[in-house]
């Protein structure tokens, strides 16, 4: 699942964890008396795994062959346009091939190519304001492919983009102007990132003005070296916006006009050494009046790569568990001294039967590992069924989940088979832990949510069409699954908006019902720890399942689910 502002936030985790005494265990008297927590990941299983033949059946042998594959060292972290990314793909597209899916992707192929591009700032970039000259990366910075030259551009402020999107302007205002937004959430920052937000009509750009304390972020934007095509959108920090409207953020009022700008923000733009990729196949349906419709299913097939440097694995993963158990959704929390007391005496326990292992690869085995070979081991127990479902499966694997959302807004923008014939679309991400250790999330008054044996998180399937929630619902009652579902995360106006960050969201904006399968967030979420080892398999492969019966049910279903909810407009910003 995406969430831009893991590799900010990761400084601030590694200088945390590799404190005096967090790395190396004590061992006073108060430590040794601090028990360790029990769990599923408190006996990890082994580090590599031999993997063997897979089968029909969904299995959780098939699925931890599949997943120690996957995640393992040797893919880098699968960061998109990479060469491991591209190994990720590379294994889709020959398991596919193997079990005689049709190739859906282009030219016959089971690939669709994103038009990815590297990014590389010119540093003669300049930004002038009120006649002040404000250096590239520490005052302000560009995202986004296109070059912008502005020319004594004035500034109109319309106000703060949130979680929920950005306030109107009407196009007399926006004219020949910059809109200005100011950003005082992570969401929201996150959101303006990942260019959730138009320009508006009449306007020459857009500008976001971001607090003092975020200025690491300048540096971040100023060297994301892969992109979309897309418009740029300037940042600045609070001490710039003072200098531009004479007045910080707290004190500035919607529809204050500010000083003209002088901008010049120039980038270089050349193809990736490795393509960014959607892997897209099918299964024909068995019925000649309904094979012309498909359930999509689907998950994305990157993460985020690597750290810029290797620290102590289990020092990251205790310090996680203990001070953040939400792992990046906690940024936050930096741990007090009660808890590097735990921490340093669980670490201590753990020496005592394995040793230090340095770790600097983000192997994404929960997201989205788990959900890309869930989604391949359906394709393998449908291909393999003497009868298949009246409608055709469509199985798609979305590149650039973690960048924003770009392989599924990318094939939904320019799909394979007519867009209104997909019934519906099943997202599976991060579906491999849920445990009554994970916290794996927050209910929206913000009360701790956990797993347990029967866990299972459901965002997204009532939204569009009840009749699919209903479906879903169904299904796990009459197949046995006995899923004890939670809703809490699906909630409206819910602060940490997640049925607009993964790629389901990319469907249902062009009224495709959806939903959106996870055993929900952990300490290892965008963590180095989030590795094969700590997967519960068996819970995963009752999910695999699950998904697997009520892909079957609407590929036999009389009708396609209803859409009888709002839909929402494919040019807005989401607001769940």
Known sequence: MTNISTRWLLAAAVATATMPGAVHAQTNDAAKKTPVDAGVNSSPLPLKHTPRPTTGAITSQDLMTRLYIFADDSLGGRDVGTEGHYKATTYLAGELKRLGLKPMGDSGTYFQTLPLKTRKVDRMSSFVAGGSNITLGEGWAFTGTENITLNDAEVIFAGAFTDQGAPAVTPEQAKGRVVAYSITSNGALQRSIMGYVERPEGAVGVMFLLPAAARGVLGYVMNGELA????????????????????????????????KLNVKALVDLQSPPFPARN?????????PKLATQYVAVGAH????????????????YVFNKIVRPAGAENDDKMGNAEQFVQINAELAELRKT??????????GADDDGSGSMSVLEIAEYLATQKVKPKRSTLFVWHAGEEKGLWGSAYYTEHPTVPRDSIVAQLNMDMVGRGSAT?????????????GGPDYLQLVGSRRLSTELGDVVEQVNTTKKHNFKFDYAMDANGHPMNIYCRSDHYEYAKWGVPVTFFTTGGHSAYH???????????????????LVADIATELGNRATRPLVNQPKLDPRGTCKQ
């Open 301 to 316: 097939s990157d993460h985020v790569g690597t750290a810029r440097r290797a620290i102590d694995h289990d020092s990251v």
């Open 228 to 259: 979309l095509e897309a418009q740029s959108r300037l940042f600045i920090t609070d001490p710039v916006t003072t200098q531009i409207f004479s007045t910080g953020m707290a004190t500035l009022a919607p529809g204050a006009i500010g000083a």
């Open 354 to 363: 394995r040793p230090a292992r340095t770790d600097s690869i983000f192997n």
């Open 527 to 545: 963590q180095l720890t989030d590795e094969p080892q700590y997967i519960d398999y068996p819970h995963m492969q009752r999910v695999t399942r």
């Open 438 to 450: 994970d916290q794996t999330g927050m209910s929206a008054d913000g009360k701790e949510l956990r």
């Open 279 to 287: 892997v897209v196949a099918m299964i024909p349906g068995s019925d």
